[in-house]
């Protein structure tokens, strides 16, 4: 292409400018790979309601207390999920209101 005329230099410099480092676009980008598992955001999805433990977590989505455990893992790690204990029985709810949104909105987005 040896006919390209860079008429828009400066749009771009503004532009390249205005980008985030590669790391956080990297980290923003493994963020929503978590987002690409039914599992997951079916419990995240019922996390938006109410705060549950894995077991009552397992017997809503008809999975194994394993496969829930895994998933909760995979989310509190990426801190869409935060857990507290109550005797020896740990209940997880949705980490913060970023996450709740994110979940409504990609609903809302689906169901146009």
Known sequence: ???YIAAHDEMIQDLRGQMP????LYDLAELYTVFGDTTRIRILYVLLNAELCVNDMAQLLGL????????????KNKKL?????????????????HVRRIIEIGMEHVEE
């Not at 207390?65 to 989310?75: E, G, P, W, Y």
């Not at 999920?81 to 209101?97: H, L, M, P, Q, T």
Request: charged content about 35%; hydrophobic content about 40%.
């Open 1 to 3: 292409m040896d006919d």
């Open 81 to 97: 999920v935060k857990f507290r204990k109550e005797g020896k029985v740990v209940f997880y709810s949705i980490a913060d209101d």
């Open 64 to 75: 194994s207390q394993t496969a829930v455990s895994h998933q909760l893992r995979v989310l």
């Open 21 to 24: 480092d590669l790391e956080k």
